[in-house]
């Protein structure tokens, strides 16, 4: 029998392209583009790392983490993450 991918995999969040990328720098663009999103309102299922925290923290204000191990939370939010 099989698990689901969350548990199988280790957690994971989900993150949502909520502003567009006119305007943006190449990097930025770049970083959104390594998360995987193409278009506003686009989102991605990754794992909960690292690394993949800190592609969001490069882009806070251009992204929000929808899910996040059950929880709502937000890439730009005040408690220090």
Do not use: F, W
């Not at 199988?8 to 392209?17: D, E, F, H, K, T």
């Amino acid at each position: 029998m099989t698990q689901p991918e969350e548990t199988a995999a280790g957690p994971r969040i989900v993150v949502q392209l909520v502003r567009g990328l006119a305007g943006t720098t190449r990097y930025q663009r770049e970083v959104v583009k390594g998360l995987g999103l193409r278009r506003l309102g686009a989102t991605a299922s990754r794992p909960d790392n690292p690394m993949i925290r800190g592609m969001v923290r490069r882009v806070p204000h251009l992204v929000r983490i929808v899910e996040a191990t059950g929880m709502q939370k937000t890439a730009g939010s005040a408690d220090g993450e």
